[in-house]
């Protein structure tokens, strides 16, 4: 069965640093990516998702992930963080022509104003 | 347009009780789904429905059933709540019926089983 693996369950950081957020997944054939945002309080929501062509995704708020096959990654970046970004990230996966998401455990990132 | 709406928002149910949890989303969607967030577990699908009038299990379907009544809404029941079902239960709709399209979620619904 696939899995994912997201790297740290809880990253601390002060605000206009830099971000990077671990992503692996165990699939070895075709995938789509996504990485989910969910803001306290809020509904989850899509920041930004890859299925197809230039491997760097570009998604809102200034985040943008890149997708290496060869390291069956997709790692989340921001170069400067904001306070407004404390929120919990999930990497999710899905195999090809599959419907079901695969989640990562999430990733908890509080930025320190 | 509401998105997808879940209902109730909180539940604190007893060892042994059941309840439905119900979804409905406005967006003509065909695929919707059922996920438990847990803390250090991320997402985890229970039941998914890819169209009307199907539905198929997902990572951790014990214990819990599904019913799509009609296109907007698919609901989960407990029909004998357990403690290990305290977690925070989420719906999601989708536009086709494979995953390259966004899944939209609902608010959540928190349940907490004494």
């Known amino acids: 069965a696939q899995s994912v693996s997201q790297h740290n369950h809880h990253v601390i950081l002060s605000e206009a640093a830099s971000l990077e957020l671990g992503c692996n997944y165990s699939?070895?054939?075709?995938?789509?990516l996504f990485w989910y945002v969910q803001y306290p309080g809020q509904h989850l929501q899509l920041l930004l998702k890859y299925l197809s062509g230039d491997p760097l995704v570009k998604g809102i708020k200034g985040f943008e992930a890149e997708f290496i096959k060869s390291k069956f990654s997709f790692n989340l970046r921001k170069p400067s963080v904001q306070w407004s970004d404390t929120a919990e990230y999930f990497c999710?996966?899905?195999?090809?022509?599959?419907?079901?998401?695969?989640f990562g455990a999430g990733t908890i990132l509080r930025v320190k104003s | 347009n509401a998105g997808v709406t879940q209902t109730p928002k909180f539940q604190v149910l007893k060892t042994g009780q059941s309840m439905t949890l119900q979804c409905a989303q406005d967006?003509?969607?065909?695929?919707m789904y059922w996920y438990r967030q847990d803390p250090g577990m991320g997402l985890r699908l229970i039941y998914y429905s890819a169209s009307e009038g199907t539905t198929d299990k997902g990572e951790v379907p014990n214990g819990y059933n599904v019913s799509r009544l009609n296109k907007r809404e698919f609901s989960l029941r407990l029909e004998s709540a357990a403690p290990s079902q305290t977690s925070v239960y989420f719906c999601a709709s989708n536009p086709r019926d494979r995953a390259q399209e966004t899944q939209y979620f609902g608010p959540g619904t928190r349940l907490l089983v004494l």
């Open positions: 699939y070895g054939g075709t995938v789509n």
């Open positions: 999710a996966v899905n195999e090809g022509r599959g419907d079901k998401l695969v």
């Open positions: 967006m003509n969607h065909n695929s």
